[in-house]
């Protein structure tokens, strides 16, 4: 490659956010060749199909949560993966949990291996926020509040040895002053039946 072709791939590239789609490459008038050929030279890694990370980007532990949330934007991360960014479990997820309201179309990832919920669209975002995946990059993860009541509806699919020690070591680390928070999120879920006994008897 010449001096002028790298330069101009250099340009381009420096364009484009750390982690960023072929749809973005596109714009920055990368083709798949040029991605190809910045790949092979060790300048780009590509995450998952048609999500490329920049290799002078800072590094990260989470580029799972980047390549599945930059694939599927409207997603949440939900489940063990929100409960484990939370450190609210020890367990390190083999997958990367995401939800998206019901109705809309299911994301299709084989890598990184990846499973979805779908949320009723009225309740899909409560509790959602920001966590920083990377420096100056955030994806979408429901609070650690929202993932616990999560995880107590969910029990019979998690384990309720999980959701209990989710729960258990929430309210140590909130104390009585996260159980309102709690039970606002279940009773905007239908879940108070469910979460106001279990919190109960671990405060008991």
Do not use: W
């Not at 960014?85 to 367990?91: G, P, Q, R, V």
């Not at 109705?103 to 990184?112: E, K, L, N």
């Not at 291996?113 to 993860?141: M, S």
């Amino acid at each position: 490659m010449s001096d002028a072709e790298n330069s101009r791939l250099q340009l381009r590239l420096t364009g484009l956010p750390p982690t960023f789609t072929t749809a973005q490459a596109r714009q920055a008038l990368l083709s798949a060749r040029d991605l190809a050929s910045l790949v092979a030279r060790g300048e780009l890694d590509e995450l998952s199909r048609g999500v490329y990370r920049r290799t002078d980007a800072p590094e990260t532990a989470h580029a799972d949560l980047l390549a599945v949330c930059t694939r599927a934007p409207r997603a949440i991360v939900c489940g063990e993966s929100a409960l484990a960014l939370h450190e609210l479990i020890d367990d390190i997820p083999t997958a990367v949990h995401i939800a998206v309201p019901r109705g809309s179309r299911r994301p299709t990832i084989s890598y990184p291996p990846t499973v979805v919920a779908q949320y009723a669209p009225k309740t899909f975002p409560l509790g959602a926020e920001r966590f920083e995946a990377a420096p100056g990059e955030t994806v979408p993860v429901y609070g650690a509040a929202r993932s616990v009541v999560d995880a107590m509806r969910h029990r019979g699919r998690i384990g309720e040895t999980l959701a209990l020690s989710a729960l258990g070591r929430y309210l140590r680390r909130s104390g009585r002053g996260g159980v309102g928070e709690l039970q606002h999120i279940a009773r905007e879920l239908d879940a108070l039946s469910i979460i106001r006994p279990a919190v109960e008897a671990v405060l008991a």
